[in-house]
């Protein structure tokens, strides 16, 4: 199947199975904006406890807060935002549609990267176990000429974003004859700066009113808030300060469902080091971060780092981690280190001092910040993208089926009485009550049995639990694997200690520790 097709049946599932809907739908929706449905809430809800607890747990010296949306403008003025919160945009004449003239490039580069790749797996065929693929790499005609062209193409690119040189940006979109995905044409305009920002008014008369942002990201409110942390909670650095809240921008290009929208929420960390250290620590949360995705159990061969071309002018190394979408290798996650700019800035425009005294170094400094950054949304999407599977079965039955990591999945346990009479139902229900406490728990009694699995692998329900006539004589019930679909026989008092194992989030928390 191709992967437009899997990415709209993702999208469509979506919808049908209570994850996501769009938002304001019966006024014909509101652009690049989500709700999320009764599915899609308790798997957020997952995401969101995993990673809170994998940061707070894990770490004691990670605290948490969560800081107001609303912050004064002058925020947003020191951290840069006001003046240079920018994406460079170029319009299709012919579609009338609009691009991130860097992604149109990034995506040229991927496809050349793509080229080269098949070229490898081809020879892999054709030589099997003799192959060295370093060496074809090296020495392979056709390699060296894709990769001569993407390195050359790579190195205008980047020098085009570090010079902030629009004009050099859309002559290499016309060198490189990309074309528009809609039109197919090449009929470009100019490369424009457009910001981000949402700005509106807070007072209570027109004339005395303030001009205030929805803020665009999260990290300003753990900023100003870091002499506050770090006295009332008696901090030492290096300490870290996480946060989840939403974020708003006005996304101009706001494409691939809930992949970039204009509300949304990010789950940061900020941590606070001594200056010299920063890049030892950088190193270190880029290790943790993927091991953090990787423990999920989508595929290690799904993500990726991909380096920064053009660094944050306060930053001094920064990565992404990539995973495999259906539209290709796409951000997730941010790790950054920001030096000590943010603090910097802060302790300028407010004439505080937003310095933390050592008493191992016996002297006062600005700390430097490692920054590890988490779109919500965005994991949400890699999860489903990479749990939605469609099986054949026996018969020809294709089964759909969301293999959602169980401890993240909305739904733990179904109970399934396998009739609605002779006293199952009851029994079920009495079940139900004995675990809804330990559990997040379904009750399904309506159509066949068989039906009623299916709806539960559509949403991701790891275990179904059948109560039949045998368990009124014994006390046992079927529990059968979403994956599998095997099913044993287990005594009503082992459900709980059954389903625990892989459900709960000590389990994961337990992997990542060591």
């Given at each position: 199947?191709?992967?437009?097709?899997?990415?709209?049946?993702?999208?469509?599932?979506?919808?049908?199975?209570?994850?996501?809907?769009?938002?304001?739908?019966?006024?014909?929706?509101?652009?690049?904006?989500?709700?999320?449905?009764?599915?899609?809430?308790?798997?957020?809800?997952?995401?969101?406890?995993?990673?809170?607890?994998?940061?707070?747990?894990?770490?004691?010296?990670?605290?948490?807060?969560?800081?107001?949306?609303?912050?004064?403008?002058?925020?947003?003025?020191?951290?840069?935002?006001?003046?240079?919160?920018?994406?460079?945009?170029?319009d299709n004449k012919d579609s009338k549609k609009r691009y991130r003239?860097?992604?149109?490039?990034?995506?040229?580069?991927?496809?050349?990267?793509?080229?080269?790749?098949?070229?490898?797996?081809?020879?892999?065929?054709?030589?099997?176990?003799?192959?060295?693929?370093?060496?074809?790499?090296?020495?392979?005609?056709?390699?060296?000429?894709?990769?001569?062209?993407?390195?050359?193409v790579h190195a205008r690119f980047a020098k085009a974003l570090n010079?902030?040189?629009?004009?050099?940006?859309?002559?290499?979109?016309?060198?490189?004859?990309?074309?528009?995905?809609?039109?197919?044409?090449?009929?470009?305009?100019?490369?424009?700066?457009?910001?981000?920002?949402?700005?509106?008014?807070?007072?209570?008369?027109?004339?005395?009113?303030?001009?205030?942002?929805?803020?665009?990201?999260?990290?300003?409110?753990?900023?100003?808030?870091?002499?506050?942390?770090?006295?009332?909670?008696?901090?030492?650095?290096?300490?870290?300060?996480?946060?989840?809240?939403?974020?708003?921008?006005?996304?101009?290009?706001?494409?691939?469902?809930?992949?970039?929208?204009?509300?949304?929420?990010?789950?940061?960390?900020?941590?606070?080091?001594?200056?010299?250290?920063?890049?030892?620590?950088?190193?270190?949360?880029?290790?943790?971060?993927?091991?953090?995705?990787?423990?999920?159990?989508?595929?290690?061969?799904?993500?990726?780092?991909?380096?920064?071309?053009?660094?944050?002018?306060?930053?001094?190394?920064?990565?992404?981690?990539?995973?495999?979408?259906?539209?290709?290798?796409?951000?997730?996650?941010?790790?950054?280190?920001?030096?000590?700019?943010?603090?910097?800035?802060?302790?300028?425009?407010?004439?505080?001092?937003?310095?933390?005294?050592?008493?191992?170094?016996?002297?006062?400094?600005?700390?430097?910040?490692?920054?590890?950054?988490?779109?919500?949304?965005?994991?949400?999407?890699?999860?489903?993208?990479?749990?939605?599977?469609?099986?054949?079965?026996?018969?020809?039955?294709?089964?759909?089926?969301?293999?959602?990591?169980?401890?993240?999945?909305?739904?733990?346990?179904?109970?399934?009485?396998?009739?609605?009479?002779?006293?199952?139902?009851?029994?079920?229900?009495?079940?139900?009550?004995?675990?809804?406490?330990?559990?997040?728990?379904?009750?399904?009694?309506?159509?066949?049995?068989?039906?009623?699995?299916?709806?539960?692998?559509?949403?991701?329900?790891?275990?179904?639990?059948?109560?039949?006539?045998?368990?009124?004589?014994?006390?046992?019930?079927?529990?059968?694997?979403?994956?599998?679909?095997?099913?044993?026989?287990?005594?009503?008092?082992?459900?709980?200690?059954?389903?625990?194992?892989?459900?709960?989030?000590?389990?994961?928390?337990?992997?990542?520790?060591?």
């Amino acid at each position: 199947m191709a992967q437009e097709d899997v990415f709209k049946k993702i999208v469509s599932h979506c919808k049908e199975y209570g994850f996501v809907f769009p938002s304001s739908e019966i006024y014909d929706g509101l652009g690049a904006v989500y709700d999320y449905g009764q599915m899609g809430v308790e798997l957020k809800n997952n995401i969101k406890k995993y990673w809170w607890d994998s940061m707070t747990l894990l770490h004691e010296n990670v605290v948490g807060i969560d800081s107001a949306i609303f912050m004064h403008p002058a925020i947003w003025k020191a951290s840069g935002h006001v003046d240079a919160f920018n994406d460079p945009l170029i319009d299709n004449k012919d579609s009338k549609k609009r691009y991130r003239a860097d992604v149109l490039v990034e995506e040229y580069l991927a496809k050349i990267d793509e080229k080269i790749d098949k070229e490898v797996e081809k020879a892999a065929k054709r030589f099997g176990d003799s192959f060295d693929e370093k060496l074809y790499r090296e020495t392979n005609p056709r390699v060296l000429e894709h990769q001569h062209k993407r390195d050359e193409v790579h190195a205008r690119f980047a020098k085009a974003l570090n010079g902030n040189n629009l004009d050099e940006l859309r002559q290499i979109i016309v060198d490189c004859e990309i074309v528009c995905p809609i039109s197919g044409s090449r009929n470009w305009t100019e490369v424009r700066q457009f910001n981000l920002m949402f700005a509106t008014e807070m007072g209570s008369t027109a004339d005395g009113a303030m001009k205030v942002y929805l803020r665009p990201e999260t990290a300003q409110g753990i900023f100003v808030n870091f002499l506050n942390v770090q006295k009332s909670g008696r901090m030492k650095v290096p300490f870290g300060i996480a946060q989840i809240g939403k974020a708003f921008r006005n996304e101009i290009v706001a494409r691939q469902f809930i992949f970039r929208m204009r509300e949304f929420e990010q789950m940061e960390m900020q941590f606070f080091v001594v200056p010299g250290t920063e890049l030892d620590w950088f190193e270190y949360w880029k290790k943790e971060r993927l091991k953090w995705h990787q423990i999920l159990g989508l595929g290690n061969e799904n993500y990726q780092f991909h380096d920064h071309d053009k660094l944050a002018h306060y930053a001094n190394a920064a990565t992404d981690i990539e995973f495999r979408m259906p539209f290709g290798f796409k951000e997730v996650e941010g790790i950054h280190s920001r030096t000590d700019f943010d603090l910097s800035q802060h302790e300028k425009y407010s004439g505080k001092k937003m310095q933390y005294f050592d008493p191992e170094l016996n002297k006062s400094y600005v700390p430097y910040v490692v920054e590890t950054s988490i779109g919500l949304d965005r994991m949400f999407l890699s999860v489903l993208s990479g749990s939605y599977c469609e099986e054949k079965l026996e018969g020809g039955e294709i089964r759909v089926v969301l293999r959602i990591p169980a401890v993240l999945a909305p739904v733990k346990l179904a109970i399934l009485p396998l009739v609605k009479k002779d006293g199952l139902s009851e029994k079920a229900t009495e079940i139900m009550d004995s675990l809804k406490f330990s559990f997040a728990c379904q009750y399904d009694e309506k159509d066949s049995i068989g039906k009623r699995y299916r709806r539960q692998d559509a949403i991701g329900t790891p275990y179904c639990v059948t109560v039949d006539h045998q368990t009124l004589e014994d006390n046992t019930v079927t529990v059968r694997d979403r994956d599998t679909m095997e099913q044993k026989r287990v005594t009503i008092s082992e459900i709980e200690k059954e389903i625990s194992k892989n459900t709960d989030i000590k389990q994961l928390l337990k992997k990542l520790a060591k």
